[in-house]
C-alpha cells in the first residue's frame, strides 16, 4: 500500500522551483549507506558549477577525520554549509 509521500514530495518540489527557491535534490536510501557522503554529493550536484567549481566535492574531496572511519573533515562540512549559505543569497533553497 501507498501513501502518496512522493507525488506530494513532486508537487511540493515542483511548487517550490515554480516560484523561484532553489531545489536542490537528493535521496537516501539504504543502498547507499555503504557510499560515504552520497547525499552531500547529491546536494553538490544540484549547486550552480560556479559553486561546484569552487569548493571540495563532499564524496571525492572528502578527508576521514582520525576520530572515526565514517566521519568527514569537519571543515569540509563547514565548507559545504557555506555554499549551501551563499546560495540564499540568489534564491531562497
Request: some cysteine; charged content about 20%; aromatic content about 4%.
Amino acid at each position: 500500500m501507498t501513501s502518496g509521500k512522493t507525488a506530494l514530495l513532486h508537487t511540493m518540489t515542483d511548487t517550490a522551483g515554480g516560484r523561484g527557491v532553489r531545489v536542490l535534490p537528493a535521496v537516501a536510501s539504504a543502498s547507499e549507506q555503504k557510499f560515504p557522503y552520497a547525499v552531500l554529493e547529491q546536494l553538490y550536484q544540484g549547486m550552480p558549477t560556479h559553486l561546484q567549481r569552487s569548493r571540495p566535492r563532499p564524496g571525492l574531496d572528502a578527508l576521514r577525520d582520525p576520530n572515526g572511519p565514517d566521519q568527514a573533515e569537519l571543515s569540509l562540512l563547514q565548507n559545504f554549509h557555506r555554499t549551501l549559505d551563499e546560495l540564499t543569497d540568489d534564491a531562497p533553497c
